[in-house]
């Protein structure tokens, strides 16, 4: 078996062991496809749910934050609203104070003071002012008079079982700008049950009063339940996609079916039977949220199957939600799982037809390669064959080449070529006086003047310090302006050791002329 023959043989192990790789991966990829694809599908409703579950808790949570800031926002506009009619109210009072003729005494002045306020509050009843001085005796108690110069200082707020009117006091008179906020229970209306309240303090030094008036928590929670419900009316508009606030009491705040009542949600069930409205209440009082699962309406008011997502508004006696249709997640598994399918199928039939392809393409790129790595041998040989007829130094064809070359023109069409002879003149004294390196330098450079001037030429380097040259130019005055332009071209080199120097003498050939002569 010659040495072709073993190389093809390996190629062709090659290609068998490059098909069955392919086949192995295709295998592999179509089997990890089909495994991932059932896992996937009997997995694919569980995680669902669960991403949908953690959808609704990201939108709940961020109402319920929403709820936090609009509380906070109506609670500063309330706030500033307290600060300006306690502004307006000290000034007008004050005012009337300082119109009093003569030099009145400091009660003459709490009095003037006093009945200013209460004249403000007879006619205009939606702020009530109170004023007490700083030894916690009581000058004014809105439109009830029956407390006046009575000591309120010890006064307990029912809640926290604090003396909140020492705390008033103390507030204000540590204050650099005589004035502040305090935070306190007292009932809203005479043998009520007691309600926060927040209000805002000023003393005016004058008549050494402090005067106030506050807010109750319910006067500013309807802003922000009607706020909030306007924000949600807003937002979901969609029936299908909306969150819903209901009262503990069964109250409807806000819901997209206006048929959606209080005896409806009442009516709706847990999926054990049990009463769902009832069911979250008692869960809410240990927790501020929870899932539930219920049989409730769709947009049609339709019962179905439903996941909800229940979050306390805490302090309100509400809770918010949203829910998740169950049957909506199937009809999304059911298409999902045919997408699927088909896009296994599609792999499947994509993976072999490439897998083929690649057969195909890698059996004709592997026999494509053997022949152009045999091109390559045939190529380098030729270069190698080509390079044994160049001499080393010059690079100009040897004295082997130029017996076929000298044929070659012989056989050829031409009538008349020139063989020229060159000599290097002082080549071996160039040697002997600066060393053969030297004289190789002087050889180089007379044949790149060579090949300059006789370009298209066949030029040789016969031996030693001789050249030869086959030319297609044939007149004597031809090859004469030549040699001339060699002459003048290697003369006008400057900065050498030795100038360039060469014999010549010529022939002209034709058809009789005998080649071996």
């Not at 029956?146 to 003396?163: F, W």
């Not at 969609?238 to 109250?251: H, K, M, N, P, R």
């Not at 019962?303 to 049957?327: C, N, P, R, S």
Request: hydrophobic share 40%; glycine share 6%.
């Amino acid at each position: 078996m010659d040495r072709k023959e073993r190389i093809r043989q390996r190629w062709a192990l090659i290609n068998k062991l490059f098909i069955i790789l392919i086949v192995v991966i295709v295998a592999f990829t179509i089997a990890r496809e089909v495994h991932i694809f059932m896992y996937t599908n009997t997995h694919y409703e569980e995680r669902l749910i669960e991403y949908r579950k953690s959808e609704l808790e990201l939108e709940i949570s961020a109402r319920i934050d929403e709820i936090n800031s609009i509380e906070m926002q109506v609670e500063s506009e309330f706030k500033e609203e307290l600060k300006y009619q306690i502004y307006m109210m000290d000034h007008f009072a004050s005012q009337n104070v300082s119109t009093m003729v003569g030099t009145p005494t400091l009660n003459e002045k709490r009095e003037l003071y006093i009945d200013s306020i209460y004249e403000y509050d007879l006619a205009e009843d939606e702020y009530l002012f109170f004023s007490f001085d700083t030894a916690g005796e009581a000058w004014l108690m809105g439109l009830d008079k029956s407390a006046e110069h009575s000591s309120i200082i010890g006064l307990i707020d029912p809640v926290t079982g604090e003396r909140f009117v020492e705390d008033m006091i103390n507030v204000v008179l540590d204050s650099e700008t005589n004035d502040g906020f305090h935070t306190y229970n007292w009932p809203k209306v005479l043998g009520g049950d007691p309600i926060e309240k927040t209000s805002y303090l000023y003393y005016n030094e004058e008549v050494d009063l402090i005067i106030g008036t506050g807010m109750y928590l319910d006067d500013y929670k309807e802003n922000v339940q009607q706020e909030l419900i306007t924000r949600i009316d807003a937002y979901y508009n969609d029936t299908e996609e909306y969150v819903y606030i209901l009262g503990f009491d069964a109250t409807i705040f806000a819901h997209p079916s206006p048929d959606f009542t209080s005896e409806f949600l009442l009516s709706l069930e847990l999926t054990n039977g049990a009463p769902a409205h009832e069911y979250i209440v008692a869960e809410l009082e240990d927790k501020e949220s929870l899932w539930v699962s219920y049989v409730g309406p769709n947009s049609d008011l339709e019962l179905v199957q439903k996941t909800g997502y229940i979050h306390e508004i805490d302090g309100w006696d509400m809770y918010m939600g949203k829910a998740i249709f169950l049957d909506d997640i199937e009809l999304i598994t059911q298409s999902y799982m045919r997408d699927s399918l088909f896009s296994l199928v599609v792999t499947v039939i994509m993976m072999t037809l490439i897998a083929g392809a690649l057969i195909y393409y890698l059996k004709r790129l592997i026999n494509h390669n053997f022949n152009d790595v045999q091109d390559e041998f045939n190529e380098q040989n030729e270069k190698i064959a080509a390079f044994s007829l160049r001499d080393s130094l010059t690079g100009l064809y040897n004295r082997k080449y130029f017996n076929r070359a000298f044929m070659n023109y012989h056989k050829n069409d031409l009538s008349q070529y020139s063989l020229i002879q060159g000599d290097a003149n002082g080549l071996k004294l160039t040697n002997d006086a600066f060393g053969h390196h030297e004289g190789d330098k002087l050889l180089q450079k007379i044949s790149l003047y060579l090949e300059e001037v006789f370009e298209g030429d066949d030029i040789f380097r016969w031996g030693g310090d001789e050249f030869l040259i086959l030319s297609k130019v044939t007149g004597k005055e031809a090859i004469k302006n030549k040699l001339k332009r060699f002459q003048k071209e290697s003369n006008a080199e400057s900065n050498t050791k030795v100038s360039v120097s060469v014999s010549f003498g010529y022939v002209i050939c034709d058809k009789k002329t005998d080649p071996y002569e």
